[in-house]
Each structure stands twice: as structure tokens, then as C-alpha cells.
């Protein structure tokens, strides 16, 4: 039998086979948009449609899903709006995730570079301490298919994390859930999340053709569980295709791995996942 899997590991061989064998579509030297003035914000915005959604070892819906994110950045400061829709059909299941918006996410992230910094600043930082960056934020989570007197309707996470521009690019987040009780008790998390990660970008051809591969994983403090333990790991690929200067078409794949079962008290199983990213910068 012909699964749903093997068919999409299918069509993502043929379009990594067609990326690495391709110019950028419709490529040209100075781009079809007015030239950005030097005081405008980059802009991105992305459209990613995978076949269902996990965080952080948790399935939130094996049914396929709709993501959309904007992002606005200057000097270092990003703000971003993050949506999840579900395509869930089978209405006489529905259990307030048919066919509607699951999540609205909305983040503040502070980011910066000491390379960056030293140039500004005029101060002479050690070589070694050059390619790292430091980023804090906050996130604020809402579940608009639930009634807004639900205790689980929102909740609030801050985070801190450092990333180092090397080879494999080692990266440490640090998120935590300010929201009320432990354990689901009263709403919210209430519990820290721990997020190691490697990385590594291969450029395929000059016109900005990509491949990058990925891993991550996790240990959980009683963040949305009663345990703290080892959580997921995360091996995940993707390549990014240039079109048209702004866009970029981006198919990926991912495996999440439960490394303790305890640690979500068994509600969470092994997953493969994947889809594509179909994205806009200015």
C-alpha cells in the first residue's frame, strides 16, 4: 500500500532533486520592488502547510495544518504574530479543533550580536567572543477555539537563549511558562523548558539555493506535565528554493523523538512530520 508518507518523501526527493539541478526561477540583479530605505523594517511573512502540528514532543493534532507567521525587525528588536489552523475534518469528533484557528502566538525578541555590538559600542571584544548572540523575548500564547474563561484559554512564556556562529552553530533557549499552576492544575505551565540544538547550513549553489539540517532536544521541568525529565529530539532537513528575489519555496521533513515517556506522563508518541514553507523577505 502506497501510505501518505512514502508519498510525501516522494514529492520532497523530487523537489530536492529539481533544487539542486536548477537556477533561482526568474532571478534578477536588482529586483522588482522599490529599493527598501535604509530606515524601513525587514519584513518576512510565511505561509507553511505540514501534516500536523507537534511542539516540543507534544502532538497537538495529527490532522494536516495551515501556519501562518509575520515578523517585523529593526535594530534587533523583532515582533512577530504566529497563527495554527487545522484542517481537522471529521466534524463528528469535533472537539473544538475543526477546521478553525487552534493558536494565536504573539512574541517581543530582543537579539544581539557582540560582533555587532563591539562595532557600535567601540569597545574591542576577545575574537572568540565575537560570533556570539544573545536573544530574550517574550511570548504570549492564546487558544482561541476555547472560551476566553477557560484557564487554558492563554498563557505567558519568557525566554533567554545564546547561539554561536560556527560550524554547527550550537545553540541553548532557555523557556519559561509564567503561567498559573503546576501541572495543569490552574492553567498555564508553569515550568521551564530547556532547548539544546545543532545546526548546519550547505549552500548549493551561488543564486542562495540551500540545504540545512537540524537537531535539537529538550528537558522538560514541569512545563505542561507534573515530571521533569528528558523530553524530544528532534532531527529535522530542509532546502530552501529561490524565486522571484523575495520568495523562497522550502520543503522539509522532521522526526521527533520521545526520549521519556514518563516525562509526559505517556501522553506522547514518536513522529515523523513535514510539509512546505512558502515565504516572503523585504
Given at each position: ?14 523537489l ?8 533561482a ?18 519584513i ?6 505540514l ?128 503561567g ?5 492544575t490552574?492553567?498555564g ?78 501522553d ?15
Amino acid at each position: 500500500m502506497f501510505s501518505g508518507k512514502r508519498f510525501f518523501v516522494l514529492i520532497l526527493t523530487i523537489l530536492v532533486i529539481w533544487a539542486v539541478t536548477a537556477e533561482a526561477l526568474m532571478d534578477t540583479e536588482e529586483g522588482w520592488l522599490p529599493q527598501k530605505p535604509e530606515w524601513m523594517p525587514d519584513i518576512s511573512h510565511s505561509h507553511s502547510f505540514l501534516t500536523k502540528y507537534i511542539w516540543r514532543g507534544w502532538n497537538l493534532g495529527d490532522d494536516p495544518v495551515w501556519q501562518m507567521d509575520t515578523s517585523v525587525s529593526k535594530w534587533g528588536l523583532t515582533f512577530d504574530i504566529w497563527t495554527n489552523y487545522t484542517f481537522d475534518s471529521d466534524k463528528s469528533d469535533d472537539n473544538g479543533l475543526y477546521q478553525e484557528f487552534t493558536e494565536v502566538d504573539y512574541t517581543v525578541d530582543y537579539t544581539i550580536n557582540m560582533e555587532q555590538l563591539s562595532g557600535v559600542s567601540g569597545m574591542d571584544f576577545p575574537e572568540v567572543i565575537l560570533p556570539l548572540s544573545v536573544s530574550g523575548g517574550y511570548v504570549y500564547y492564546t487558544f482561541p477555539n476555547l472560551d476566553r474563561d477557560d484557564k487554558f484559554f492563554d498563557t505567558h512564556e519568557v525566554y533567554l537563549g545564546a547561539s554561536y556562529d560556527c560550524f554547527l552553530q550550537p545553540s541553548f533557549i532557555w523557556y519559561w511558562d509564567v503561567g498559573v499552576g503546576k501541572g495543569n492544575t490552574d492553567g498555564g505551565g508553569d515550568g521551564s523548558y530547556f532547548q539544546f540544538g545543532l545546526g548546519h547550513t550547505f549552500e548549493l549553489a551561488e543564486n542562495g539555493l540551500s540545504a540545512t539540517i537540524g537537531w535539537t532536544t529538550g528537558i522538560i521541568d514541569e512545563q505542561w506535565t507534573d515530571e521533569t525529565g528528558w523530553a524530544d529530539m528532534v532531527f529535522s532537513g530542509e532546502v530552501a528554493i529561490p524565486i522571484f528575489n523575495y520568495f523562497t519555496i522550502t520543503p522539509s521533513i522532521a522526526y521527533s523523538l520521545i526520549l521519556d515517556r514518563d516525562t509526559y506522563n505517556d501522553d506522547a508518541e514518536n513522529e515523523f512530520y513535514g510539509g512546505i514553507t512558502i515565504g516572503f523577505d523585504y
